[in-house]
């Protein structure tokens, strides 16, 4: 058996170039064969393990790679599939779990912690299957093995995939049961170990996390029991040895009790946790995240130098580690080039991505096994840059931040009667229905955006396509009966990206990808200094857009917070004070649109509730800035400006009041996936301002029919005033194909109609 080497908790899955993204949807479109696209995976692993070694890390190397997300694979593994998918085997099971299909809903998809991953929730009841059931992790690890790959696979825990899960039965609770899973997990590390698996990697994030519909308490009692059953095996014959990793927060209350377990080492995260006070760990390896693996800023080596120091005393082994797995953050920075030279100079000095956060691990481990003064010329260079950074120019604009504090106690609209009141000369009718925002962006539309890019087509050419996709997208949503439209957003990359190229403060790459869930993959931008606007970013679309049509066109903006949760965000400057120099430079955007003409703004909040902290007692100071920066951003309209904003794959429950603190005249919100479950929140709470819970899940290809619209619709009804509720997909429509956008809209526009109809009879 060997000793755990400095390692890192998980790397980038989706491929350097979007390998996997690539042979994923060729793989659904029926364009390649399952062994054509088992190849390609395989290639996807191997430059994976290639990459590892190449930056210098040796012992097990992580298999954290997945076909679709980590916690449906525990979900596979275990063979917990419901009903309504039983019969089906191999990838079409998997994927019809991911995806649905024509008969069935997938399994529902949420945010992972705190973090802008998606996961697929399961589905457990009393009577669901829980045991070894499908053997894909254990054969590619032999396989690895076989090709004298030291592999370590990476697997969602029992506890935390438990606590995780959605229950099947009103009153019943996943957690429960874990004796069950405990058990199967003992002979997934039987096979793991009959395979030549050293070290196994199982993630417990529950553990950390104070956000769960299970107390933390009974996961932290679950996690103890579970994992002394488990390191009671035997190593070697019935077990590898366990890497007990803890990513995405603090472990420190529970930790003198895991080292207790049995188990050979212990993952803690030291960027967003702390170490127990006057604990003796003696005798466990602890793998110290010192490095973040959530953002990608160059670490202070000094700093982690200190923190690995402070593991030390507690007599404990220390290895360096990721504070998570590396899944969250680009490949590498040495991909990437700025067009402005001190910029690009800066930004790589500034920045560390996978690749050069595997460096950082390798050096630190230098200083541990060789002595710090081996990597004294790295621990200079460290402090150096940081210094440097914090002097450079647009870091800190005095007159950006004297703006924000001027602005500071302005965050009130007229109340929300007499908004209303200004607003009916809308005049819109029952049941009000419009999109999220964008509309589905073909490959003509990427290859024009692409085209203008490279300089490869002008201006005019690139504004004179754009137009014409904004006319065809109008058309149609005239053509489909739609009430409010939207002008598609045909010029956005990403809803983020989009505003962050339009803002000083801001940087975007060429190759920074993220997955974001499955195929979908993201490239957050870098805010790395004080944020303005200079100019008009939305004003000319729109009024296009609204020439076109007499019914009222939304103006599309992405709020403060969602801008922070799907952006590399600058670590020098509180997020608070962040979020209102973005709030500031949307009211501008706000008041352009306005004085344009806009009668209706949506300002989107899709994040919201994932920045919540895993830590209760850390929940009210993150909200009052959030609210206050979203307020911030739209206290400038006028009552007759209906304010839209738009929350998706959240548990709404926890943060319900800050929802209807936000005051928007309209909120939309993700609902279909989870069949209206957000009803019984909004019901309890009374929320009094107008909603629209979504009745078509567009993550999935499913067209859903005009019954199953109206019987969503029906619910939301019995519960929503009817002169309240709006109807909408469950978000933008952009990765949709045209063929199921139409079909869907048409029964989506259908139901609203008939509803409207039984309203008037009643």
């Not at 002394?228 to 366990?242: F, H, N």
Request: glycine share 6%; with cysteine.
């Amino acid at each position: 058996m060997s000793a755990l080497q400095s390692t890192i908790a998980g790397y980038p899955r989706i491929g350097r170039h979007r390998e996997l993204k690539r042979a994923l949807e060729r793989f659904w479109a029926g364009k390649i064969t399952e062994a054509e696209f088992e190849s390609h995976v395989n290639d996807v692993v191997h430059d994976t393990f290639a990459t590892l070694t190449k930056h210098g890390l040796k012992g097990s190397l992580p298999d954290s790679s997945t076909l679709y997300d980590q916690v449906l694979d525990t979900t596979v593994l275990l063979g917990a599939v419901p009903e309504r998918f039983v019969g089906r085997s191999g990838l079409n099971l998997y994927f019809s779990l991911a995806r649905g299909n024509s008969e069935n809903l997938p399994l529902e998809m949420t945010k992972y912690f705190d973090t802008n991953y998606h996961y697929l929730v399961p589905e457990i009841g009393p009577n669901t299957h829980i045991g070894l059931s499908d053997r894909r992790v254990i054969e590619r690890a032999r396989s690895l093995q076989a090709e004298g790959i030291d592999v370590r696979p990476v697997i969602v825990g029992p506890v935390t995939w438990l606590a995780l899960a959605k229950s099947t039965e009103d009153g019943f609770e996943p957690l429960s049961r874990v004796a069950e899973a405990t058990t199967a997990f003992r002979d997934v590390l039987r096979e793991l170990a009959a395979a030549g698996v050293d070290w196994v990697q199982l993630d417990e994030p529950a553990l950390v996390s104070g956000n769960l519909a299970v107390e933390r308490s009974e996961v932290v009692t679950a996690v103890l029991e579970t994992y002394r059953e488990l390191a009671a095996l035997k190593v070697g014959s019935e077990r590898p040895q366990i890497f007990l990793n803890f990513p995405y927060g603090d472990s420190s209350e529970a930790l003198a009790h895991v080292a207790a377990t049995g188990v050979e080492a212990i993952g803690v995260d030291l960027v967003r946790g702390q170490l127990p006070k006057n604990v003796d760990l003696a005798g466990v390896t602890i793998a110290a995240g010192v490095v973040s693996g959530r953002n990608i800023w160059r670490t202070d080596l000094v700093g982690a130098k200190e923190l690995l120091g402070n593991v030390a005393a507690t007599g404990a082994r220390v290895v360096v580690n990721t504070s998570n797995s590396l899944q969250h953050v680009p490949h590498a920075a040495a991909m990437e080039q700025w067009s402005e030279p001190e910029l690009d100079r800066n930004l790589h000095e500034w920045l560390a991505f996978a690749d050069e956060k595997i460096d950082e691990v390798v050096v630190l481990d230098c200083g541990l096994s060789e002595g710090w003064d081996a990597i004294e010329a790295e621990l200079v260079h460290s402090t150096d840059v940081l210094q440097r950074r914090e002097l450079a120019a647009g870091v800190n604009e005095p007159t950006v931040r004297s703006r924000v504090a001027d602005l500071a106690s302005k965050r009130d609209r007229a109340p929300y009667s007499e908004r209303l009141k200004a607003q009916a000369v809308l005049g819109l009718p029952r049941f009000p229905t419009t999109t999220i925002g964008s509309f589905p962006q073909t490959t003509e539309i990427r290859k024009v955006r692409a085209a203008a890019n490279r300089g490869e087509i002008s201006h005019e050419k690139y504004v004179a396509e754009m137009k014409a996709e904004i006319r065809r997208v109008i058309r149609l949503q005239e053509d489909l009966g739609l009430d409010v439209l939207v002008h598609g957003e045909p010029e956005r990359n990403d809803m983020v990206q989009y505003f962050a190229e339009q803002l000083d403060g801001f940087a975007v790459t060429q190759n920074g990808w993220v997955q974001s869930y499955g195929s979908r993959c993201t490239r957050p931008s870098i805010l790395w200094g004080d944020v303005s606007r200079s100019h008009d970013i939305t004003v000319e679309w729109w009024a296009y857009a609204q020439s076109l049509t007499e019914k009222p066109v939304k103006g599309m903006l992405t709020g403060p917070v969602t801008i922070i949760a799907w952006s590399f965000v600058r670590d020098d400057l509180p997020l608070g004070d962040v979020a209102d120099q973005i709030a500031v430079a949307l009211r501008d955007e706000i008041s352009a649109l306005q004085a344009a003409g806009a009668v209706i703004v949506q300002v989107d909040e899709p994040a919201l509730r994932e920045l919540l902290p895993l830590e209760p007692g850390n929940h009210a100071q993150y909200l009052k800035w959030a609210v206050g920066s979203f307020k911030l951003a739209t206290a400038s309209t006028e009552p007759s400006t209906q304010i839209h904003t738009h929350l998706c794959y959240s548990e709404f429950g926890q943060i319900i009041d800050s929802i209807a603190a936000l005051d928007a005249d309209v909120t939309s919100i993700e609902a279909a996936r989870s069949k209206m479950e957000v009803l019984e929140d909004l019901g309890s709470h009374g929320f009094s301002h107008q909603i629209g819970p979504g009745v078509w899940d567009i993550h999935s290809p499913r067209v859903p029919s005009e019954a199953e619209v109206k019987e969503l619709l029906q619910q939301a009804s019995a519960v929503v005033p009817a002169e309240r509720l709006w109807v909408n997909p469950d978000c933008g429509l952009k990765t949709r194909a045209y063929a199921e956008t139409i079909a869907s809209l048409t029964n989506l526009v259908a139901a609203a109609k008939e509803l409207r109809v039984a309203a008037q009879v009643e």
